[in-house]
């Protein structure tokens, strides 16, 4: 903290609750700057009643009703969650379809990053190549030839900045012709596709499988040069005598696709070629007040610059649903974002579930009471434009500005659909922590808190606790975040994941069933 006086933060005029900004909390007794004196002790980022709260009465942050006090909340008192009664669902009929006009923003012309142009008109931020696997049986097989491809071939091309296997759970064991086996599968196509491995594709499948390669990437779904046919390695060929046999056949085909990667050159490209994927984790009550505004602030200054940008993570977004539909550019994308909505609480209904089990015992402990705060913490990622366009989850990006990708709020699946979608960087807020990473594309971790930026020092790459510590605005950080995207994107700088090589693994979303 800057100040080690009593310091709490308020999201909104409306607010009767306010959080505790303090290192460690505030003490029973503390008197703060408006008089107020807490009654009980409160803990870093939990909330204070800044007046009496009647029972039944409805909390307030963000202008929001979080819930409603089970009992007299006396000004003063720590509000924790279990004096909260959370709201419902707010229901997805009559909400406001593109009400919201909002008057665009100056574009922001003149930013560029240096990145590598692909045929299809995407632009990598990393020149990496990919070995898409079509079932988890060659999974063994593929990292024991990325280790060799890595150590014997590699040194020969170094304008390829790495291999990676697809790997994953998926290909077969599953009931293939399911209706929403077609996320598993168009997640998979759609991540071999993915701007930062140059259109390149290599395939290793086993051979009985039931995602044979011609399913997952039948002809037409990758621009093949016409010469050429889909590269498919199968493990189970009558040629294949022996482990080593395999090995050699992957590794003989990887060298054409890394002389062709090697071929490539960064050029310099708009900062509209960006696609970035915003998202957060291990979510404390400072990520809606310091990190994800910043993320926000930075997210309208890439959809000013021509950008994509992705916000996601569903069950943070269902409590703020009439915000978001009345941001909608048109009643269609409006529409399109009900539809994924009423998909999702189907499918959490079918498990016995709803949004509510989103939350974590770490975001409780950070201060957060219930999903209706997390998610009104969460959205502020999505900054302020229209939203313009809408992603079931698995498909890619086709349009600009910024987009709805539906997608689960678990950071791994979130992040591979992220993918899937386009994504050439990413954007990972966190308050509690987490060291999360992914192989194909760079990933800018941002602290919620001083506190842990300092602790986590080689792993955050921005700390937006200075937001709450008073030494920064929240336009300080998003610029310094925006400006920092596009020198990760050149390659100039490393992200800490990067650097560290933290690469956690691709899960599939699989809402259909196991055989
Ligand atoms: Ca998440």
Redesign the pocket.
Known sequence: MGTLAPLTIRMHEADNVAIVANDGGLSAGTILSDGLVLVDRVPQGHKVALQAIARDGAVLRYNVPIGYAIKDIPAGSWVHERLLHMPQARSLENLPHATRKITPQAPLTGYTFEGYRNADGSVGTRNILAITTTVQCVAGVVDFAVQRIKTELLPRYPNVDDVVGLEHSYGCGVAIDAPDANIPIRTLRNISRNPNFGGEVLVVSLGCEKLQPERLLPPGSIALRSDEILDVVCLQADKHVGFMSMIDSVMESAVHHLERLNARKRETVPASELVVGV???GSDAFSGVTANPAVGYATDLLVRAGATVMFS?TTEVRDAIDQMTARASTPEVAQAMVREMAWYDAYLGRGSADRSANTTPGNKAGGLSNIVEKAMGSIIKSGTSPISGVLSPGEKAATKGLIYAATP???FI?GTLQLAAGMNLHVFTTGRGTPYGLAPVPVIKVATRTELANRWHDLMDVNAGRIADGNASIADVGWELFELMLEVASGRKKTWAEQWKLHNALVLFNPAPVT
Request: one cysteine or more; a negative charge.
């Open positions: 998202q957060c984790g993570e709020a678990s950071d979130c």
